[in-house]
C-alpha cells in the first residue's frame, strides 16, 4: 500500500509560483510512473501532467506545457509540480497519482489507469 501526500498549494496572484510536492510513504515510487492531475469547481479531474520512473521524460497537458515542470527524488520518494506563470484558469485541486497500467506514452489522461491517489492540495489563483 502507498500513501501520497500533496503539499504547497496556496494562494497566489496571477503570473506567480508555486510548487507543489507529493511524498510517498509506506512503499518506494521510484520504480512507477508517476503523475498530476487537477480538479476545478464543478468540473472534471484532468490531466495535468506525467513523468516516467526515471525522470527523463515527461509530458504535460497543452494548458500548462511550457509552464509547468514535474521532477522526481527517488530517493527522498517525492515528486514534484513546479508551476510558474500561474493563471486564474489554474486554480484547482491538484492531485498526484501512481499509474497502475499502461507504459509511459499509453493512457496517460485515463483516471482509471492510476491508483493511490492523494488527498490533493488547493491552488487558488487570483486576477
Known amino acids: 500500500q502507498v500513501q501520497l501526500v500533496e503539499s504547497g498549494g496556496g494562494l497566489v496572484q496571477a503570473g506567480g509560483s508555486l510548487r507543489l510536492s507529493c511524498a510517498a510513504s509506506?512503499?518506494?515510487?521510484?520504480?512507477?510512473?508517476m503523475g498530476w492531475f487537477r480538479q476545478a469547481p464543478g468540473k472534471e479531474r484532468e490531466f495535468v501532467g506525467i513523468i516516467n520512473y526515471d525522470a527523463v521524460n515527461t509530458n504535460y497537458a497543452d494548458s500548462v506545457k511550457d509552464r509547468f515542470t514535474i521532477s522526481r527524488d527517488n530517493a527522498k520518494n517525492t515528486v514534484y509540480l513546479q508551476m510558474n506563470n500561474l493563471k486564474p484558469d489554474d486554480t484547482a485541486v491538484y492531485y498526484c497519482?501512481?499509474?497502475?497500467?499502461?507504459?509511459?506514452?499509453?493512457?496517460?489522461?485515463?483516471?482509471?489507469?492510476?491508483?493511490?491517489w492523494g488527498q490533493g492540495t488547493q491552488v487558488t489563483v487570483s486576477s
Open positions: 497519482a501512481r499509474k497502475k497500467w499502461g507504459g509511459f506514452a499509453s493512457s496517460q489522461d485515463v483516471l482509471g489507469a492510476y491508483e493511490y
Open positions: 509506506g512503499r518506494s515510487i521510484s520504480d512507477y510512473i
